[in-house]
């Protein structure tokens, strides 16, 4: 008997080490793991459907990791490209407004020049060379836009590499993935029930993440739509999809399109539409996320809103963009085990 307890304690040791190491090793890749252990989550059906009709694991499982890649990349690609014809336009229609002043340039030199006409007003510049103070600002920015590029070749090189991580090991968990999580449920010490409601719980929580990244960038591409067209900014459609796809950065979110085209406003001179712009921007389409995600997700996954909030904001905290999903699944599998917690120490006091 005493050999055996022995034993096991060793045993746990030793899997408490092992478990440690496969983490060290597995932690570089976990984004990408758990991006691909939700897609296979959302495309179970899809999967499902496939695996019906074509009995080969592999053929099955290639053709829905192939079905998620043209879901998701060719819209991608073609979006891409609208956006990139859409912002060349623009700039030529800068310049072609410009022509007679020298092209981009003056603009914004005017720009800034107003800006300083107005605190003139208010503060002593007459000695603040304009141009001058520009051209040092250029030089002391050259630097930092260098590495900053460099950075930017090195995060598509591992966006690139993460992708190729996320199809691979997704394909493997569309062919396997009902394998591995009776498996898993073997070596829990759950009853079937359990099992089951543990499993559950998790996958209704990715779901429900899902639905509310759907249902903000719905809301969020929508109003945002609405205000270009409202403004007579150019191609309202594309800019709210191009928002809707933004809505799942998080911090910069939508910000990254209606920031940059009051900006723009602000620059060609229409100052009241680029106010309205921000103010729309930040007091409504911003705000949007912070009130649909939670409650979207707290309806589908039975959690609180309060507690979703900040574990939306905690995940990404902690995990980066892959925390929308990480938090609200962790905030689940938690709740679950203390209601089993509570279930069993009911039980056991009625025994």
Known sequence: MERKQVTTTFLLVLAAVALYVCFVIARPFLSPFFLAA??????????ARVQARVHNQNTAATMSTILVLLVSVVPAIGLGIAVNKEIAALYQSLNENRVGEGGWNPVGMHAAERVLSWVGRYVDISSF???????RWLKEV??????????AVSNAVLFITNAFITFFTLFFLFRDGGSMMERVGDLLPLSASQRDRLFNGISNSIIANVHGCFAVGIAQG???????????LSSPILWGVVTALFSM???????????????????TGHWIKGLALLCWGAAVVGQADNVI??????Q??????LLVFFALLGGVQAFGVIGLFVGPVVLSVTIIIFQMLSEERSQGTAA
Request: no cysteine; charged share 5%; proline share 9%.
């Open 249 to 267: 950065v998080p911090v910069i979110g939508s910000a990254a399109v209606w920031g940059p085209a009051a900006i723009f406003l602000f620059i």
């Open 222 to 232: 929508l109003l945002a739509g609405l205000a270009f067209w409202a403004l007579g």
């Open 293 to 298: 995600r939670p409650y979207v997700i707290s």
């Open 300 to 305: 589908r996954a039975s959690m609180h809103p």
């Open 129 to 135: 060379d304009l141009r001058a103070a520009l051209v």
């Open 38 to 47: 939700m897609i296979a989550v959302v495309f179970h059906p899809v999967q």
């Open 142 to 151: 050259s630097q930092p836009l260098l590495s900053w590029g460099v950075r």
